[in-house]
């Protein structure tokens, strides 16, 4: 079993569509959490940290289950310029695990 | 601005012929991370520093090896490279458990 699992998509949605991106991770003793995105051969680039309570940034919502082991990444009223791929990145001993990545295309 | 740049953008090597990748950061962080990433596939860490404390990853090969002199530069050294090193090679850095600042990256082509 992968450490951070994502389903890599892609997911193709119309322009002011509403999309999810779950994410499930195998060590409970994972301390940090994070969506990255990356655009086609670009680094990787925070988008979010994911903290217990969820939080919000303008259109992204991000959620923490620790039951469940997963994190939830919502955007809201998509944009084109969302297209891209999102990482999900979990830290359980004090470096950087990332998930393969969820491709999203946004459509005019 | 503050930043973590890589040198150089693009390498085109041979197959065998020794390479060298830079990375410099203007962050002062103490943890410096090399990721090899391959088309679709997630960044695989390669190994770290915590400072001058370098950790490798157990299924790193031997061919990669690093270098740390100081707090703001780190390289990237490939022996022998193969047909199947070809990759983007990334970058970053961090405080402690915090979130990761990544370079541009270089892509490798091995000829």
């Known amino acids: 079993r992968k450490e951070v699992e994502q389903d890599p998509g892609p997911f193709n949605v119309p322009e002011g569509a509403t999309v999810a991106f779950n994410c499930t991770y195998s060590?409970?003793?994972?301390?940090?959490f994070f969506w990255y995105r990356q655009d086609c051969r670009k680094e990787p680039k925070l988008l979010m940290s994911?903290?217990?309570s969820g939080n919000e940034d303008g259109r992204f919502t991000a959620q923490l289950n620790r039951a469940s082991q997963y994190i939830s990444l919502l955007i809201r009223d998509s944009k084109l310029s969302d297209s891209a791929t999102y990482l999900c990145v979990v830290n359980p001993w004090g470096k950087l695990i990332f998930g393969q990545g969820t491709t999203l295309q946004v459509k005019p | 601005d503050a930043m973590v740049i890589q040198n150089p953008r693009y390498q085109v090597t041979q197959f065998g012929k020794p390479v060298t990748l830079s990375c410099s950061q203007t962050l002062n962080h103490n943890v410096m991370y090399w990721y090899q990433q391959k088309s679709s596939q997630a960044p695989k860490l390669l190994f770290h520093y915590y400072d001058k404390d370098f950790n490798n990853e157990a299924d790193t090969p031997d061919n990669f090896q690093s270098r740390r002199p100081n707090t703001s530069f780190c390289f990237l050294d490939i022996r022998s490279p193969g047909l199947g090193d070809a990759a983007m090679y990334l970058c970053?850095?961090?405080?402690?458990?915090?979130?990761?600042?990544f370079g541009p990256g270089t892509r490798l082509t091995v000829l």
């Open positions: 994911v903290y217990s």
């Open positions: 060590n409970s003793a994972s301390q940090s």
């Open positions: 970053a850095t961090s405080t402690t458990g915090k979130e990761q600042f």
